[in-house]
């Protein structure tokens, strides 16, 4: 049965009708037009303000390329500006991609290239790095400048962000389906170049709706006050935690660059509710409440993820946090996070695990023939639901691999147990195969991070000529042992913690592990260090 729709105007049905990101935060803005949905760094932004900067911006948008599902290329720090231009290219039909700024040059340029990008916003910090670019982006006609910051340019169109985001005028009405893409999002490309992940408004409001709903965000008179230090051209930051607050309402405060201090005074200062950190930056935290206390019994909500935290930091972010559940979130953007999370009650029955799937997804692992697996049998972990994202963009060969047999394969290992909990194993990628065992080096790194004198680890496998692949620790000290004692400790820690074929061969101290932005070690870049490097085997 369908409805008889032909004596209306198709923009009529579609605009009564749709599922459009940018509608959302005007839905907000209706409901609560003065209260604050943005702190950035001393000012105050309002709903209503986000809102008019978005609808102006996006008026303008459409004027200079009015061709839908268009790319606009963010080159932003995180700021109410970047999110007012994400708003903005959902309500003109565009996409909007943010960019990773600390990628290199090179980088920011193939990406910007693959995607065939036409616009480029970009901030005052970064016009340095854009100009350089510019000369081999024949693609890009027109640059969009925030700040003061001037732009030479030979072949493009050079304006002004605050000149197109403000000025009053008529909401835009275009034609915008549930299934248009609203982001290209590219992967952090820590094995190989990054890939567009092409999210559609429909996953990215379904997913803001299932975030909010599991961190009880609360829409009416007791918003969520969400404090957020990730950058917002990650998934985790923008999707996770950013949106969900502003689609019900709450507020985002946005700080610098990380400071422990600042942040524990901007939580007391703002009266956070939720907030989400990365393993070491919970550690700092932790530490500088120690040294000086600041009221921090607002959070209801301490979540981590990107990396495993040890039962002992767990426990310290529990006494610091005495209002908080602390949770483990996990995701990955070609689903839009998170697909998994850890229920406050797991925190005691399955510390380790990943927890169940969130209401809109439906989680499974499967063989190699695409078939799910029974109940605690290891497999792929794969994804079925709105979470998923449409595909890669300009990967054919990537998508026929991801969406085969009508799951999407993550790439990552592990099992559900009776209950439909999920425990991660590794990436795929990631399993070292020491003398005809399978090595999780999740489960290597958890131990080790764990061992006296350590603050981190990474562990990867070898080549070698008796195991196959050796199990190699990379270590970053703490400062509590002398360096020279480290490897040694860590093998004898290991060995009282591990299986035999689990103990790390080898065990390497380095000053700091490579990581993307958001944290996640670059762990082909440990393998080509480990691959020069020499040490000595302990006994």
């Known amino acids: 049965m369908k409805p008889d729709l032909s004596g209306l105007d198709p923009l009529d049905v579609n605009l009564a009708t749709r599922t459009c990101v940018g509608d959302a935060i005007s839905r907000s803005a209706a409901m609560f037009p003065e209260r604050a949905a943005v702190l950035d760094r001393g000012a105050s932004i309002t ?63 193939w990406i910007i290239a693959d995607a065939a990008s036409p616009i480029v916003v970009v901030d005052a910090a970064f016009v340095s790095i854009l100009e350089g670019l510019l000369a081999h982006l024949a693609a890009v006609t027109t640059v969009i400048v925030v700040g003061d910051a001037p732009l030479a340019s030979d072949h493009s169109a050079v304006l002004r962000w605050d000149d197109l985001a403000s000025g009053a005028g008529p909401a835009l009405a275009v034609l915008v389906e549930d299934r248009d893409t609203v982001q290209c999002l590219y992967t952090s490309g820590t094995t190989s ?14 997913a803001s709706l299932t975030n909010a709903l599991i961190m009880e965000h609360r829409w009416g008179s007791e918003p969520s006050v969400l404090l957020n230090v990730l950058p917002l051209f990650h998934t985790t930051a923008l999707n996770t935690l950013c949106l969900p607050v502003l689609v019900t309402g709450g507020t985002v405060v946005l700080v610098g660059p990380f400071d422990p201090d600042a942040l524990l005074d901007a939580v007391e200062a703002h009266r956070v509710t939720h907030l989400m950190l990365l393993p070491m930056m919970w550690g700092a935290v932790v530490a500088a409440q120690a040294s000086a206390a600041r009221d921090v019994t607002s959070v209801r909500r301490a979540v981590y993820a990107m990396a495993p935290m040890s039962r002992e930091l767990l426990a310290r972010v529990d006494d610091a946090f005495v209002n908080a ?215």
């Not at 996006?58 to 009015?66: E, N």
């Not at 970047?82 to 980088?107: E, I, Q, R, S």
């Not at 697996?373 to 972990?381: H, R």
């Open 47 to 109: 709903y209503r303000q986000l809102d008019d900067a978005a609808e102006a911006l996006a008026r303008s948008l459409h004027r200079i390329v009015g061709e839908r599902g268009t790319p606009v290329t963010m080159l932003m720090g995180n700021s109410w500006r970047l999110l007012a231009t994400y708003f903005a290219c959902a309500k003109a039909g565009l996409v909007a991609m943010p960019v990773n700024v600390t990628l290199a040059p090179a980088d920011v340029e």
């Open 193 to 206: 170049r990054p890939k567009g992940v092409l999210v559609s408004h429909l996953s990215v409001l379904v």
């Open 325 to 539: 559940a602390v949770i483990l979130g996990s995701g990955q953007t070609e689903v839009v996070p998170a697909t998994v999370l850890q229920w406050p009650e797991h925190r005691s029955t399955a510390p380790e695990s990943w927890g169940p799937s969130v209401p809109t997804v439906r989680t499974d692992c499967l063989d190699a023939d695409g078939h799910p697996v029974p109940a605690g049998e290891t497999g792929e972990i794969a994804y079925r639901g709105p979470h998923v994202a449409s595909g890669y963009w300009n990967n054919r060969e990537a998508n026929t691999d991801a969406f085969a047999h009508g799951w999407f394969h993550s790439g990552d290992i592990g099992h559900l147990d009776e209950h439909g909990v999920v425990w991660f194993t590794d990436r795929l990628k990631d399993i070292i195969k020491s003398g005809g065992e399978n090595v999780s080096s999740v489960d290597v790194e958890r131990v080790v991070s764990s061992a006296p004198g350590v603050l981190e680890s990474v562990i990867v496998g070898v080549a070698d000529e008796y195991w196959g692949e050796a199990v190699w620790a990379v270590v970053v000290p703490d400062g509590s042992l002398d360096e020279a004692a480290i490897p040694e400790s860590v093998i004898a820690y290991a060995r009282a913690h591990l299986a035999g074929f689990q103990v790390p061969k080898r065990v390497l101290v380095a000053n700091q592990l490579p990581k993307t932005a958001t944290g996640k070690t670059r762990k082909h870049e440990v393998r080509d260090w480990v691959a020069t490097s020499t040490s000595t085997e302990p006994d």
